[in-house]
């Protein structure tokens, strides 16, 4: 039997060395910070050294770390993006309707926008532009990833890079309105439920 398989069947984890740790460790600390900062101050007026003061490290740290400013946004969305991805992690997708796993998928998206509010609010517009959406997203091609996975039939007029695309369209479009309308009067989980309704509703075959 395969060493690092454990009694139970799962497969050990490689221990993570001390150099390793402290280099996430400082990851965290400069991304933190800058997201901080983005927040309070803005992106355009904050600079890379007013990172490395946050964060209280050098400033060739925050650079061997993200070397340009706009990859903080990029590390941003891939966080969340990871967290919604994680709602999901231990289900059989061709076990489960897509429209199931979908479901779960955006739910935990709402989550943490609705967590991050003010957060989202100072950085998802920044992140739309330095991400071009509408040419293509690591978004869309995670959710295509994920509708492939399923195995659930779509129509012939539709493929699933096509179906991925209008749900992450979708959900920025809802976001970028949910963040610009009061806070009570518009639901993001509502919102990402109609997206994903209409868009399902017209790419499955049943």
């Known amino acids: 039997m395969d060493p ?8 050990e984890l490689p221990a993570i060395s001390t150099r390793t740790r402290k280099r996430h460790e400082r990851r965290d600390r400069v991304y933190a910070a800058a997201i901080e ?10 600079s890379m050294d007013d990172i490395a ?9 925050v650079f061997n770390h993200f070397p340009r400013k706009a990859l903080f946004l990029e ?25 199931e796993v979908l479901e779960r998928y955006f739910t935990a998206l709402a989550a943490v926008n609705a967590e991050t509010r003010t957060e989202t609010t100072a950085l998802m517009t920044l992140s739309l532009k330095a991400n071009d959406v509408f040419r293509g997203h690591t ?24 179906v991925g695309r209008l749900l992450a369209l979708g959900y920025y479009s809802a976001v970028v309105r949910w963040v610009h309308a009061p806070p009570s009067s518009l639901r993001l989980d509502s919102e990402l439920a109609a997206v994903l309704d209409t868009v399902l509703s017209g790419a499955l075959t049943h």
């Open 53 to 61: 003061v946050r964060a209280d490290l050098a400033r060739t740290t």
């Open 139 to 162: 978004l869309g091609q995670d959710l295509t990833d994920l509708i492939i996975a399923s195995g659930e039939p779509l129509r012939p007029s539709t493929d699933a890079a096509q």
């Open 4 to 11: 690092q398989v454990v009694a139970s069947g799962v497969a």
């Open 75 to 99: 590390e941003w969305a891939l966080r969340r993006r990871q967290r919604a991805a994680g709602a999901i992690e231990d289900t059989d997708l061709t076990a489960s309707s897509l429209r």
């Open 37 to 46: 900062l983005f927040v309070q101050r803005g992106f355009d007026e904050t």
